[in-house]
């Protein structure tokens, strides 16, 4: 027995066949190349006729299909929102991957990253053995994989974990509409944005970040710049392990779960930052939970979206 997972991002599509057990028994990845609403699909497709061919070959038995999508997947209907992907509103996501599929019996299911994540976690990574984890995404946005009491909470309308939104600040301002507060303030997009804050108001600054373009500054660039002590990349990123920290607090409060999981690209480089993060969390936190709780990086990193999409669809079965 075996299932496919596909993990579908802004830029590439990648694919695996995994064993029951969660070893990866082919992969593959394939760019996007500024494919749009139906031109992805056929991507997708064309993976799936490929990935079934090899299994025929093989001697392998798909028995599901799981799918990761970055954004919302409407359980209801089988359509899907996916901001980064024109033409992905509503898109028929399960209808296109059933129309391929080599007979009906096989399972299909669909899930956002952030579900993913933590499923992939579950699977193979830092939650493995655990029933209740949450995976926190930060790269160039910001979501919430939570799995409570061995299941992923979806919410009456399958948005549950857009923590982006959180508000962490007041009063509110309108530069937090298109992305939420903690987003604009913690995710890679926001520390770039708030160290170009800085590097507009504090005039005198002379350090490594004026150097650059300041509309090109980046939030690779101020991981840089705080290794050498840079005043605005120390400010900037001493903000975001603040919200970071606020964050546990807040998920630790609700949930009371047993390990939170940090990944995205910006965990990567501020995974040095877990125990700044976890002092900030214990002054806001409910008390005897927040010492229940332990704060890991992710073990699986940049598989934890396609790892979740196989264990999403073992998970059907």
């Given at each position: 027995?075996?299932?496919?997972?596909?993990?579908?991002?802004?830029?590439?599509?990648?694919?695996?066949?995994?064993?029951?057990?969660?070893?990866?028994?082919?992969?593959?990845?394939?760019?996007?190349?500024?494919?749009?609403?139906?031109?992805?699909?056929?991507?997708?497709?064309?993976?799936?006729?490929?990935?079934?061919?090899?299994?025929?070959?093989?001697?392998?038995?798909?028995?599901?299909?799981?799918?990761?999508?970055?954004?919302?997947?409407?359980?209801?209907?089988?359509?899907?929102?996916?901001?980064?992907?024109?033409?992905?509103?509503?898109?028929?996501?399960?209808?296109?991957?059933?129309?391929?599929?080599?007979?009906?019996?096989?399972?299909?299911?669909?899930?956002?990253?952030?579900?993913?994540?933590?499923?992939?976690?579950?699977?193979?990574?830092?939650?493995?053995?655990?029933?209740?984890?949450?995976?926190?995404?930060?790269?160039?946005?910001?979501?919430?994989?939570?799995?409570?009491?061995?299941?992923?909470?979806?919410?009456?309308?399958?948005?549950?974990?857009?923590?982006?939104?959180?508000?962490?600040?007041?009063?509110?301002?309108?530069?937090?509409?298109?992305?939420?507060?903690?987003?604009?303030?913690?995710?890679?997009?926001?520390?770039?944005?708030?160290?170009?804050?800085?590097?507009?108001?504090?005039?005198?600054?002379?350090?490594?970040?004026?150097?650059?373009?300041?509309?090109?500054?980046?939030?690779?660039?101020?991981?840089?710049?705080?290794?050498?002590?840079?005043?605005?990349?120390?400010?900037?990123?001493?903000?975001?392990?603040?919200?970071?920290g606020m964050t546990v607090a807040n998920l630790v409060s609700l949930f009371n779960p047993e390990k939170i999981i940090f990944g995205g690209g910006v965990?990567?480089?501020?995974?040095?930052?877990?125990?700044?993060?976890?002092?900030?969390?214990?002054?806001?936190?409910?008390?005897?939970?927040?010492?229940?709780?332990?704060?890991?990086?992710?073990?699986?990193?940049?598989?934890?979206?396609?790892?979740?999409?196989?264990?999403?669809?073992?998970?059907?079965?």
């Amino acid at each position: 027995m075996a299932v496919i997972g596909l993990d579908l991002g802004g830029t590439k599509l990648a694919g695996a066949i995994f064993s029951n057990d969660g070893k990866i028994i082919h992969k593959e990845v394939r760019p996007l190349e500024k494919r749009r609403g139906n031109e992805v699909g056929e991507l997708i497709k064309g993976l799936l006729k490929d990935f079934f061919s090899k299994a025929e070959q093989e001697n392998i038995q798909i028995e599901a299909v799981g799918a990761c999508i970055p954004g919302i997947s409407w359980s209801k209907t089988g359509k899907v929102w996916a901001p980064n992907i024109p033409g992905w509103d509503d898109y028929p996501l399960k209808e296109e991957i059933t129309s391929v599929l080599p007979n009906r019996n096989i399972k299909v299911d669909i899930d956002s990253d952030r579900a993913c994540y933590i499923l992939g976690e579950a699977w193979s990574g830092a939650a493995k053995g655990v029933k209740d984890a949450i995976f926190l995404a930060v790269g160039t946005g910001i979501g919430a994989g939570i799995m409570i009491d061995g299941k992923v909470l979806r919410g009456s309308n399958d948005i549950a974990g857009a923590i982006g939104w959180l508000a962490l600040d007041r009063p509110y301002q309108q530069k937090y509409v298109s992305c939420g507060c903690f987003e604009y303030h913690a995710s890679g997009e926001g520390i770039a944005k708030v160290a170009k804050e800085l590097l507009y108001l504090e005039k005198d600054y002379q350090g490594i970040l004026r150097e650059k373009d300041i509309n090109a500054v980046t939030a690779y660039d101020v991981f840089s710049a705080y290794k050498t002590n840079d005043p605005i990349a120390v400010k900037t990123l001493k903000q975001a392990v603040e919200f970071w920290g606020m964050t546990v607090a807040n998920l630790v409060s609700l949930f009371n779960p047993e390990k939170i999981i940090f990944g995205g690209g910006v965990f990567g480089p501020a995974v040095e930052f877990l125990e700044d993060i976890m002092l900030e969390a214990r002054k806001w936190a409910q008390p005897i939970s927040i010492n229940q709780v332990t704060l890991e990086a992710s073990q699986v990193g940049g598989d934890a979206g396609l790892i979740g999409a196989g264990y999403l669809a073992l998970r059907s079965i």
